[in-house]
């Protein structure tokens, strides 16, 4: 019997008109993502020695070339995701309808702030890359692109607070639908996680950028950057995260093993995402090496939460392919339904992700980071995390959620699952390229086609990096094919479809410790005193900051 405390139990259907605004957050992220997959071939061809930037429309170097693809995949792909898809989870999950302005704000907001941004980065007024620091000085409309598109994360939480809100006035003492539960956390978690970008853009960049102040102060920037700039590869995770808890094991015919556990693992990330920061800083001078060492050991502490995802999932996927007839320690792997493509597509993408975390845990030991810190070996880590865990996860909800949202049936099932496994090895083989030519000193930002001190033993490296990119920019039109395929052939289906959502081993306790997990406003004090902890002694002894530095436009 379903367990109706993953989302309320009757056949909910999100009006059509809300569904529509939906539709096009989804087209939107897609739309970015294959600006950023066109890009990515010629970033990885770079490597290779190879140019075909200079073929590009409007592409003057490598640097605008490489902001684009980090922009476009990293924030608007993402942000547009997961307002979209957690919007959609979340109004399922209570069984309620959104605020329909509210939605349409959050669009709005999305697509105003990526033409600015766009505008900027396609006149090579802001060759800045996604981390935009300073003292590259990019044109003010960059900056106030970016800063709509965290607005509009910050109105789809107000929309999924909102709706929470009302669920729990007319649902008093009951426990939040676990899928209400995650998707709310995640918002929680950016929400506070977002302030840090907010600042630095809007009080620094933009007034710099206007030419309202004449300097800036780069480690405070690059600070308050990476006070949002780790938590958001959480945030660009989670939405993926969702789908391994409460749709995949559904997919793969299995069952969720724990509902509480499942809440103490978004909590951990609510708690553990923000105070890790400095793991990006640990060449930075300035920062006491006592303080870099805390952000290292909490840094340990959110690798954990992942680690109870690995084998939790892994488990749900255990009971689908036992229920499919495997048997005895791995047979049961090869039974699962390799037939599905948003069911494989989400497999590959934990297999990647399992290598994605190794890495990680490298970047975050301080000694090892001396090692790697901005070699090759660091796109090796995030093209097997946010480049392939996220993007192939989120290619394999679209699998459903185009049809769902459209109304209509998948196009070109065969096509679907071709377009994963090349993706899937195209991003393993330009890993294995990055992550050697990294150890090798290979470094990473670099236009490598004028690079004088580049060594002949970083030739393979490179190939392989090439090699990897084409095959997953071939995977990525496949995907595309299938998608538009499937929006303008697809049949239409005879009744609405619900989204896909598993049971879970035991329903929700209504009594003890485990109603107190979904207090979000002590979770959400705990947080920010891990933060104040985390990031007070150095704010209290930097402040007010080294304005000295003026903006350069080198490329
Ligand atoms: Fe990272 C740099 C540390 C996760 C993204 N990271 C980056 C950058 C990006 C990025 C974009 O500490 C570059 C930023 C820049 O431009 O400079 N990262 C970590 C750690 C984790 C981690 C400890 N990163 C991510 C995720 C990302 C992401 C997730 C995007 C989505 N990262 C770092 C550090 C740096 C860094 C340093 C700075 C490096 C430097 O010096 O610049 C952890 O959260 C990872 C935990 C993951 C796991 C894996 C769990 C596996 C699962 C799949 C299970 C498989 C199943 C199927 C179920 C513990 C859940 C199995 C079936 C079978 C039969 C096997
Ligand atoms: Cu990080």
Avoid: C
């Avoid at 003492?173 to 840090?196: E, H, N, Q």
């Amino acid at each position: 019997m379903r367990n109706p405390t993953v989302a309320s139990p009757e056949g909910f259907q999100l009006p059509d008109s809300q569904r529509r605004v939906i539709r096009w957050m989804i087209y939107l992220a897609f739309g970015a993502l294959s600006i950023g997959i066109i890009n990515g071939l010629g970033q990885a061809l770079n490597y290779a020695r190879v140019d075909i930037l200079q073929y590009f429309p409007g592409m003057r170097t490598y640097y605008q070339g490489l902001t684009v693809h980090g922009v476009v995949n990293a924030i608007v792909f993402t942000f547009a995701f997961a307002n979209g898809f957690l919007a959609l989870t979340t109004s399922r999950a209570l069984a309620r309808p959104l605020n329909t302005p509210l939605l349409w704000a959050v669009l709005g907001t999305m697509v105003t702030g990526t033409l600015l941004a766009g505008y900027a980065m396609a006149t090579g007024q802001a060759s800045v890359l996604y981390t935009f620091y300073p003292p590259l000085l990019a044109h003010w409309s960059f900056y106030v692109g970016l800063a709509l598109l965290v607005v509009s994360t910050w109105l789809t939480a107000i929309l999924l607070f909102g709706a929470l809100r009302g669920w729990r006035k007319e649902n008093e003492g009951k426990r939040i639908p676990l899928m209400a539960f995650i998707s709310v956390a995640t918002y929680a978690m950016w929400t506070l996680a977002s302030l840090g970008i907010a600042v630095s853009v809007v009080g620094l960049l933009i007034p710099w950028s206007l030419g309202l102040i004449d300097h800036s102060d780069p480690l405070l920037s690059r600070t308050l950057f990476w006070f949002s700039g780790h938590p958001i590869v959480y945030f660009w995770l989670l939405p993926a995260y969702v789908s391994w808890y409460v749709m995949v094991p559904r997919q793969a015919g299995g069952t969720l093993f724990s509902d509480s556990l499942t809440r103490v693992v978004f909590i951990m990330f609510l708690l553990l995402s923000i105070p890790t920061g400095f793991h990006h800083q640990y060449t930075d001078p300035g920062i006491s090496g006592g303080m870099k060492a805390l952000h290292g050991v909490l840094t340990f502490g959110v690798f954990f939460p992942s680690m109870v995802t690995a084998f939790s999932v892994m488990y749900a996927l255990e009971i689908g392919g036992r229920r499919r007839g495997g048997t005895g320690l791995a047979n049961w792997f090869l039974k699962l339904d390799w037939g599905n493509p948003a069911l494989v597509a989400q497999i590959l993408a934990m297999l990647t992700f399992t290598l994605g975390g190794i890495t990680g845990l490298i970047n975050a030991s301080y000694n090892l980071n001396q090692a790697i810190h901005n070699t090759a070996w660091v796109p090796g880590h995030f093209h097997m995390t946010v480049g392939s865990a996220v993007t192939m996860s989120f290619m394999g909800i679209a699998f459903w959620l185009i049809p769902y949202l459209n109304r209509k049936e998948l196009v070109g099932r065969g096509l679907a699952l071709v377009s994963q496994w090349v993706y899937f090895v195209g991003v393993l083989v330009m890993a294995r390229g990055l992550i050697s030519g990294g150890l090798d000193g290979m470094p990473r930002r670099t236009e490598m086609l004028e690079a004088p001190y580049s060594k002949p033993s970083w030739e393979l490296a490179g190939m392989l990096t090439g090699l990897g990119g084409t095959l997953m920019f071939v995977g990525g039109m496949l995907f595309f094919a299938v998608l538009i395929a499937t929006i303008l052939f697809g049949r239409k289906t005879e009744t609405p479809e619900d989204i896909p959502f598993t049971d879970t081993y035991h329903p929700p306790a209504t009594t003890g410790w485990e109603v107190k997990l979904d207090s979000f406003r002590y979770w959400v004090i705990a947080t920010i005193v891990l933060i104040l902890i985390a990031y007070g002694p150095f704010l209290a002894q930097y402040l007010p900051g080294n304005f000295t530095s003026t903006g350069y436009r080198f490329f």
